[in-house]
């Protein structure tokens, strides 16, 4: 079977790129080097409060709101801003990560994890992805779980 995107990394882009064009009646497969969804999850975890209302994130793995934001320099200078209403949500970035996941899977969308990779290239007959697992036609990797 064909697909019709293929997206390289089960990051939360690329989670929620893939929920958004399974949505839209693609066929989406997704491609990541982890073995299961949230393993290696790097970043703050902290996701402006902003990006939850404009995109529709999930918001079961929010564990706390932010008011206020410090930034201290090099030389010990600080800045401090607060406000009245939330800035920011932080997350359990894991399961935020397997939050998208659960979305772009009930939009359609195939995870393939546990594939690093290492080229991709178009061709008239399809789109093909090489990783140091296996080299593989999208489509033909079946249906994993997080």
């Known amino acids: 079977m064909m697909r019709d995107v293929a997206v390289i990394?089960?990051?939360?882009?690329?989670?929620?790129?893939?929920?958004?064009?399974?949505?839209?009646g693609l066929g989406v497969t997704v491609l990541d080097?982890?073995?299961?969804?949230?393993?290696h999850a790097v970043c703050s975890g902290v996701i402006g409060e902003e990006a939850f209302a404009r995109f529709g994130l999930p918001s079961q793995s929010v564990l706390n709101r932010t008011c206020c934001i410090r930034a201290?320099?090099?030389?010990?200078?600080t800045l401090e801003y607060r406000s009245a209403t939330p800035l920011a949500r932080v997350?359990?970035?894991?399961?935020f990560n397997r939050d998208l996941a659960n979305l772009a899977r009930s939009a359609g969308a195939e995870l393939c994890l546990g594939r690093f990779v290492e080229a991709s290239s178009a061709k008239r007959t399809g789109?093909?992805?090489?990783?140091a697992r296996a080299s593989r036609r999208l489509g033909n990797c079946g249906r994993e779980s997080p």
Not at 127 to 131: E, H, K, N, V
């Open 72 to 77: 201290i320099s090099p030389a010990g200078r």
């Open 9 to 24: 990394g089960a990051g939360p882009a690329g989670l929620y790129a893939a929920y958004q064009l399974a949505s839209a």
């Open 127 to 131: 789109c093909f992805c090489s990783s």
């Open 91 to 95: 997350v359990d970035k894991a399961n």
């Open 33 to 39: 080097a982890q073995e299961r969804i949230g393993e």
